[in-house]
């Protein structure tokens, strides 16, 4: 069970990576500090407090950077490796008692993948918001992506199991209006 909730933890805080790389990097470090939740040995480093500095700063500068109009764009494309970076690190320092090649595996494709999803909703909106309100609408969505991250970050660490429902119900919700902008709406004469 207990292999089960870390799952659902580092897949949550994967997601939260989606929305802000470090917010939920520093959530978690401070979980640990806490003794809220217990990462894998090797992954001990993020409970430290020389982590709680460089996720503190790193966590200040990119919320900052994202509320400036032209350099929001530049961070989309670093924050994209880094977000499915940091996804696949949380989810491998939360997963254990499970052989190393199943929780590499899991770590990359769950958390790397929903990291990745998360993160590319968030360049397409803002991208969207930049062609149709010429950037003035960024930082409004700069501001719900960091709420996204706070609010996803606490749920994974409080109810782990609430949290992953949720994500699962927004991965369905994103695939569908994928699907509809890539092939469109059926119509009734196309039947």
């Not at 199991?161 to 695939?175: K, N």
Request: aromatic share 8%; proline share 5%.
């Amino acid at each position: 069970m207990e292999t089960l909730l870390g799952i659902a933890v580092g897949i949550g805080l994967s997601a939260a990576c989606g929305f802000r790389v470090f917010v939920p990097l520093l959530a978690m470090n401070l979980a640990i500090l806490g003794g809220h939740i217990h990462p894998s040995p090797e992954f001990a480093w993020i409970g430290t407090p020389y982590a709680t500095l460089a996720f503190a700063t790193a966590t200040v500068a990119e919320i900052i950077g994202y509320y400036i109009p032209w350099f929001d764009s530049i961070l989309d494309t670093i924050a994209t490796p880094a977000a499915v970076i940091a996804g696949t690190v949380t989810t491998a320092s939360m997963v254990t008692e499970i052989s190393p090649f199943l929780k590499w595996t899991l770590a990359i494709m769950a958390g790397g993948g929903i990291a990745g999803l998360v993160q590319g909703s968030m360049v397409a909106l803002r991208l969207k918001s930049s062609l149709s309100t010429a950037g003035a609408a960024n930082p409004w969505i700069a501001t719900l992506e960091l709420v996204g991250a706070i609010v996803i970050a606490i749920l994974a660490l409080v109810v782990p199991i609430v949290c992953l429902g949720l994500l699962v119900l927004l991965c369905i919700a994103v695939i569908r209006k994928t699907g509809r902008l890539l092939f469109g709406r059926r119509t009734s004469s196309a039947r």
